[in-house]
């Protein structure tokens, strides 16, 4: 197989036996890099340079006999709302353009120290807030499947990259589904770790009480390795647990479900969803039976709330949060016209007004409004309290089951354009992925399929209740296990190749 | 619920501090509007009683040793300024004209 498509794990294991070395996976994936990402647009920035030379390290180190971390020399692709010390980081906004960070998030020291050579930053929908990527101020990553059609958002080039075979690994970012939705489009797996178990330290902030890091991959093994690596405490963030990363790797190892108690839930299935999608989640629910796992049906009543608490919420973190681009001390600083000698206050409010795209300035607006005096209680206080039911819905629901699954997202890729006049129908496609960040769950997503209407790649995905991770990973894992089987080989394998014949 | 009008976005985008085009002021009320509609629903859930959740986990203040760690340099700190004076960073000015 060439290297470009094999996962990290086999990766690993060919740089451990001395069939390849980390330079040539590296190169590898740079060059298809430079073939394919004209048309799909993953990428932002690409380090060539860099990415080699932490490949060459490793392979020294290698061959000098230390001891390495198990993804040692495996190439990542890093989402750009995550701050890379000497590498460009915009999170996909005017107002960063050509800002780099003078230090590392904490995830990517973690990186860096194991020795993954980071091959450059993904696209992404600005600040992270969409589900398209069609929100970046330095245009749309195309999904590989269909050039045609959106690659999902918020994280759509740490997706699209996976399923171009342009890197094997990735990192991605979850506020309200920026991980597992373009996971579910693009063919890929994506997972957002219980809140706290990825450290935020160095992550562009959106919403700091939903956002969460997490492993982009191909297979559910892989992104298991990765969230090992990246997760556990950090006190650089006061939010991060303080507790032990979660066995995900063993669990997704034994792929073990016999026994286990899968929750559907009522709400996060059937009206809404595509047909296509609908039937391939119930197929895969069928697999988990016959690997021996028991079905429960549960409700979460509050779920219908969600994404109105979450659009309250999120805004309102959002417009604290981005007040710090005031043209000062980073970023973008544009001059009013026609003002002679501006103020501080009117050249910050003309660099916002230049620097922040359309949805950005809906979502700061709407965040100002719901925090305003006269109208907190209604809007932001309401929805507070909407949060504790849907959490005391989730620990209901986890009393009888061990995971709860539902489609990831309710539709495949949808065509450029679709729905960029209209938020509420983009907001919609996170409808089943919000309540996780709203309670804090981990989640995971993993391809169940092509829908029958559009031969487009559809999601499975996993809840489990917080700090048991590895409950997601051992269904995951054993899904996959049946699905590969049941399908001749990865759903990836059917990937238009995107290069041109001669 | 009170309806949004132009001059309450005008205001808002004032708070916010951004300088919204008359073109942008236009299309944000009808868009904004379509979605305070939709996210007022949290009015319609069965609140009573219910404790506000600002956070996902049940931390009270967290600490650590205070000890002394590296940290950016100067030259780092302001190596994205638009604008530097020596080691400070050069602002427009912050108070009113005379």
Redesign the interface.
Known sequence: MPLIRSSAAELANLMATGEASSVEITRASLDRIAEVDGEVHAFLHVDAEGALAQAAEVDRRRAAGEELHALAGVPIAVKDVVVTRGLPTTAGSRILEG?????DATLVTRLREAGLPILGKTNMDEFAMGSSTEHSAYGPTRNPWDLGRIPGGSGGGSAACLAAYEAPLAIGTDTGGSIRQPASVTGTVGAKPT??GVSRYGLIAMAS?LDQAGPCTRTVLDAALLHSLIGGHD?MD??S?DAPVPPVVEAANRADVSGMRIGIVKELTGEGFQPGVQKRFEEAVQHLVDAGAEIVQVSCP?FR?A???Y??VMPSEV?SNL?KF????????VL?EGID??????????T??AG?G?EV??R???G???L?SG?YD??Y?????????I?DDFARAFEVADVLVSPTSPTTAFPFGDKMSD??SMYMQDIATIPAN???VPGLSLPSGLADEDGLPAGFQILAP?MKDERMYAVGSALEKRLHAAWGGPLLARVPSLVKEA | MAELTRADVEHLSRLARIDLSDVELDRMVGELGVILESVATVQQAPTDGVEAMSHPLPLANVARPDEVRASLTPQEALSGAPEVDEQRFSVPRILDQD
């Open positions: 800002w780099v960070p003078p230090y809140y706290g009480s006190r006061s939010t647990l509050s709330y994404l109105a608490a659009y309250l417009s007040a005031d043209a000062m001390r980073y970023g973008l600083r009013p000698d501006p103020s501080a206050e009117q050249v910050m409010a003309a916002r007004d922040f359309d300035k809906r700061i607006i709407l100002t409004y719901a305003s109208y209604a809007y206080g309401s929805a507070q309290k909407v949060r504790t039911l959490a938020p509420l709203l309670a804090g917080a």
